[in-house]
């Protein structure tokens, strides 16, 4: 469950949008429904983390690794990923970059973008 976070009250709204677009560009998303409580609107989700698995935010996977001066972040980034066995990690990103792009999302940061990794074997 997301509540508002600024006083526009968009934020419910929003996920569920972005959820939409995506299903309607055929990009893998996390489906979102916006429910109202008392007087103000909530978005949900169905749960994505199991119990033997935790989050891992990418600002914490692009400190994991030394990166070369002539690398973008963002490139660094999809490296590791790809060297954990992260398929479609460059599409993944693109997808979500492109969702950004249409909603106008200015949130977007490394604490943004998240990985699962299971507790037991790290992957």
């Not at 009250?9 to 995506?22: F, K, M």
């Not at 916006?34 to 909530?42: G, M, N, Q, Y």
């Not at 590791?80 to 066995?85: M, T």
């Not at 249409?102 to 074997?121: A, G, S, Y």
Request: aromatic letters at 8%; charged letters at 30%.
């Amino acid at each position: 469950m997301k509540g508002n976070y600024t006083s526009y009250g968009q934020e419910p709204v929003n996920e569920w949008l972005a959820s939409r677009l995506c299903e309607l560009l055929g990009f893998d998303y996390c489906p979102y429904a916006v429910i109202k409580r008392r007087t103000s609107l909530i978005s949900v989700c169905p749960g994505f983390v199991a119990d033997n698995e935790e989050i891992i935010t990418a600002d914490q996977i692009v400190a994991s690794e030394q990166k070369a001066n002539d690398v973008s972040e963002y490139e660094h980034y999809i490296r590791i990923l790809e060297d954990h066995g992260i398929e479609n990690a460059r599409q993944h990103m693109e997808e979500t970059l492109i969702t950004d792009y249409l909603l106008m999302n200015t949130d977007r940061h490394l604490r943004n973008f998240r990985v699962i990794r299971k507790v037991e074997t790290l992957e």
